[in-house]
């Protein structure tokens, strides 16, 4: 069962058990998480249960609700990274919060971890002095952003790693918010943060009161609740196994048409949020780069038809929905182009990869690489000649330079 809530709202729902069974459920919190909860009944009849769900405090509730003892358990999740390189900034301007990697759900506000992780810049004095610790040393993690967001320096910095858990045991900060530039309000909710004492800190809901929040908070959730609102969208089973053609709107939407579609229909297959910013067709693939910058790739194909690297995953499936390019992480990419059995990119930094089939030289490293590239290949001619924008025919690839100069390669069989 699964019920969602906003921004800490009590959440009416209805559960079922059968004489005192443990019934496990989710709740979706103020921060859109699923906060995993179990419900014990008496008798087995429908009892009417409220629940109040915020990010990092929820409530253990236990009473008598229409003549049934009911309990409630929340688990909490301590997400154990908190820093400003995993917080994004997406197209919409919406703040959100990645790389849950580390990541650790607690069966009840009062459960505690013991496993020393996370970066150190952002290490709770409890975390530094291997005691145990609860989602109170990612209010702390909080506290150093905002510090940072103010100040635009580090909470607590040293030459080492030693040095630097003193400082942060001690509280010995680089320096103090500018009293003449920031409120009093908002100093001190980056100093309760702060405090040295997890019991001391302000719980996530506590924070949200804060007048310097409450007073936008309204104006936050209805933003929120479009943005979540407009990404819901139908999703198509298939893809058609002929050709089609994709672009995208000024809203991020991808659109296709073709193959048996005689109007262009919205293709909704980019999990996790992504939105795309640039898209292109081969005959038997699809490239698509992210409005973070990032490559994915798929098959377009009929009767399972054999990849040769042109997807760049390192292996020849045919993928049908989406795939992230991973051996691209890091890299910046701006625009990608496809040909009948390749596909070419180029980053921000104006360097060019290349991969896929080589047979007609495409991958413009004369013919040394072999005849199918299965991963990126960095085209080192762009090193020097730095790629304003690329494009791609069937058996040919056509560049211009950021100096206005213009590079070909590939079948040269009809001119």
Request: glycine share 10%.
């Amino acid at each position: 069962m699964r019920v969602r809530g906003v921004c800490g709202e009590s959440i009416g729902m209805r559960v079922r058990g059968v004489c005192g069974e443990w019934i496990s459920m989710r709740v979706r919190g103020m921060c859109g998480e699923w906060i995993g909860m179990r419900v014990r009944t008496v008798c087995g009849e429908w009892v009417s249960v409220c629940v109040r769900a915020v990010c990092g405090s929820p409530c253990t509730d236990l009473g008598v609700l229409g003549g049934h003892s009911v309990l409630i358990e929340i688990a909490v999740l301590c997400y154990r990274d908190i820093k400003t390189l995993n917080i994004f900034l997406t197209k919409a301007d919406l703040i959100k919060l990645g790389d849950y990697g580390l990541a650790k759900q607690l069966n009840s506000p009062q459960s505690m971890a013991e496993t020393c992780v996370g970066t150190p810049y952002y290490m709770s004095p409890e975390l530094c002095q291997g005691v145990k610790y609860n989602f109170k040393s990612d209010i702390w993690a909080v506290g150093c952003v905002l510090f940072e967001l103010l100040t635009l320096t580090r909470t607590f910095d040293a030459t080492n790693p030693l040095n630097l858990c003193v400082k942060i045991v001690k509280g010995t900060r680089t320096m103090e918010v500018d009293a003449a530039v920031y409120s009093e309000s908002m100093r001190h909710l980056v100093l309760d943060c702060l405090h040295q004492d997890p019991d001391h800190r302000p719980s996530t809901e506590h924070i949200l009161q804060q007048p310097i929040i409450s007073l936008h908070r309204p104006v936050m959730e209805d933003r929120v609740a479009q943005l979540n609102g407009s990404a819901r969208k139908t999703r198509l089973n298939t893809i058609p196994d002929t050709p089609i053609a994709i672009v995208t709107s000024r809203c991020s939407d991808v659109y296709y048409w073709g193959g048996g579609k005689a109007t262009p229909q919205r293709l909704d297959m980019f999990k996790g949020g992504r939105c795309a910013q640039h898209v292109c067709a081969g005959n038997t693939h699809f490239a698509m780069v992210s409005v973070e910058k990032e490559l994915y790739t798929w098959a377009n194909v009929q009767g399972g038809t054999k990849m040769v690297g042109q997807l760049g995953h390192g292996d020849r499936a045919s993928y049908r929905q989406p795939k992230w390019v991973e051996s691209l992480q890091g890299k910046a990419i701006r625009q990608a182009a496809c040909g009948d059995q390749f596909t070419v990119c180029i980053t921000d930094e104006g360097h060019m990869y290349t991969f896929g089939s080589d047979y007609s030289g495409c991958m413009g490293c004369g013919g040394g690489c072999g005849q199918d590239v299965l991963e990126p290949l960095l085209l080192e001619l762009t090193l020097e000649h730095p790629v304003e924008q690329v494009s791609c025919g069937d058996n040919h690839v056509v560049i211009l330079t950021r100096n206005k100069d213009v590079f070909s390669w590939g079948c040269g069989e009809h001119g």
